[in-house]
């Protein structure tokens, strides 16, 4: 019979319990939170280009510049435990909004999988579907749907 210690963290801590290890270790890495977004200002809907912020290293998915992120590009997503707003502007598949919304995390996702490269498999990755924004007229965002 399986305890409450044998479960992961993640089925059964909330998001405000979460350790910063564990906080971070949630990210799947697919990059998706870092495309620029367009929302609509009737609906509040959300739409996801495939125009990367500046900081993605395009090729390993990963922030150039983790650290001072927010400083370099005050729009970066502030993403913590309290910002339940945000969670919404997260795509889908996100964990952040995944276990907010109450929902399991996805097989391919590497804490379940224990796969790193599962996410790149799993087709979910941004790796080579997206470019950069030195690359793209930002006042043209719209001609970039992103398609998953």
């Not at 913590?80 to 995390?105: D, I, K, T």
């Amino acid at each position: 019979m399986s305890t409450q210690d044998d479960a992961p963290f993640w089925r059964h801590k909330t998001l405000a319990e979460l350790d910063r290890e564990e906080w971070e270790s949630l990210c799947d890495g697919c990059g998706r939170c870092c495309l620029h977004k367009l929302e609509d200002g009737a609906t509040g809907a959300v739409r996801f280009t495939a125009v990367a912020c500046r900081l993605l290293d395009l090729d390993r998915v990963r922030c150039s510049d983790y650290a001072s992120r927010h400083a370099r590009v005050p729009q970066c997503l502030r993403l913590g435990p309290e910002s339940q707003a945000v969670f919404a502007q997260l795509p889908n598949s996100c964990a952040y909004r995944l276990l907010w919304e109450g929902r399991p995390l996805a097989d391919w996702h590497p804490l379940v999988s224990r796969d790193p490269v599962s996410v790149e498999r799993a087709g979910i990755s941004v790796r080579g579907k997206v470019v950069g924004e030195a690359d793209v007229d930002l006042d043209d965002l719209g001609r970039y749907a992103y398609e998953s």
